[in-house]
């Protein structure tokens, strides 16, 4: 090799070696890598504060939305008719029901849509000169009230009364049924429901057994309910009126036509019948 080649190869490492250009921008670029990574963190720390505000606006647009609205009415109402099953009968002011039910953070708008609205137009509010109270469907004050409301349905012919509607308006019902003991009848219904019944003791008698007899052999096989009732309203005795749960009749689906149906398809050409000729054998020879 050209010894002036090799001269010129050894000062050309020599100046790469004293010059510390690469090291200088590999330094560069982990310092700027550094750079960059410290925004990634800022960012990071600036977005979970944005989080953490938009949690915040989250929260508040959740108690100004509709559903919180009647989810703070289903709670009053149900706090109401417990207070109301307890023995506490007396009205309340919003600000009372509010404070006893732990909700004293809602807005004005609230407040104003409760008094307004909401508990004004509700069944089950009583509103009295601006005080609240729960409105049973019964408003029996103790177990005489409850005897006397099922002895009136039994003289009416009205039927029995759902238990569900005795313990939502007699206070403490389950000691005042239970002190009323074999004064009451109860019946279950097939959807599992409880029904009371006035048990009137002056009709616990015997009956003549000819006079049973007499009452088996008359047919009623071929009288439908609905002539019964129309019977005995001419005789003018009322019917007791169903207090069970309504069937629902099936829906009866349409047979579907059996077969096809034949297509019929217009002819045409009816006044050429004599003139056309038939070529599907061929062209007919000439005699």
């Known amino acids: 090799m050209d010894p ?23 330094a560069t670029s982990d310092s700027g890598s550094h750079k960059k990574k410290k925004p990634k963190v800022d960012k990071e720390s600036s977005s979970g504060s944005k989080h ?28 109401m008719k417990t207070r109301h099953q307890n023995g506490d009968t007396h009205c309340l002011t919003l600000e009372e029901i509010l404070d006893e039910t732990k909700l004293l953070d809602i807005s004005m708008k609230q407040k104003q849509w409760l008094m307004t609205e909401a508990l004004v137009n509700n069944p089950k509010i009583d509103v009295r000169d601006g005080t ?12 005489k ?13 009205l039927g029995g009364v759902l238990l569900d509607d005795v313990e939502e308006g007699l206070p403490n ?11 009451i009848i109860f019946v279950t219904r097939p959807d599992k429901k409880k029904i009371l019944f006035y048990n009137d003791k002056h009709c616990q008698f015997v009956v003549d057994e000819e006079f049973q007899k007499l009452w088996r052999s008359v047919p009623v096989d071929s009288i439908d309910e609905e002539k019964i009732d129309e019977y005995l309203k001419k005789q003018g005795i009322s019917s007791m009126q169903e207090t069970g749960p309504k069937k629902v009749l099936p829906v009866q689906k349409r047979k579907k036509q059996g077969g096809q149906r034949k ?21 007919p020879v000439k005699k």
Request: glycine share 8%; net charge positive; aromatic share 10%.
């Open 173 to 183: 019902s389950a000691k005042a049924i239970k002190a009323l003991g074999d004064q």
């Open 52 to 79: 953490n505000a938009e949690s915040s606006n989250g929260n508040f647009n959740i108690k100004t939305s509709s559903g919180y609205k009647f989810g703070c009415l289903a709670k009053i109402v149900n706090y």
């Open 4 to 26: 002036a080649l090799l001269r010129e190869r050894e000062l050309f490492k020599k100046r790469a070696l004293s010059n510390p250009a690469v090291e200088k921008r590999q």
């Open 145 to 157: 009230a409850l005897l006397r409301l099922l002895d009136k349905h039994d003289q009416l012919g």
């Open 263 to 283: 297509r019929h398809f217009k002819t045409h050409n009816h006044h050429l019948a004599g003139v056309l000729e038939d070529y599907s054998d061929g062209v």
């Open 132 to 143: 609240y109270g729960f409105k049973p469907k019964y408003n029996l004050k103790d177990k």
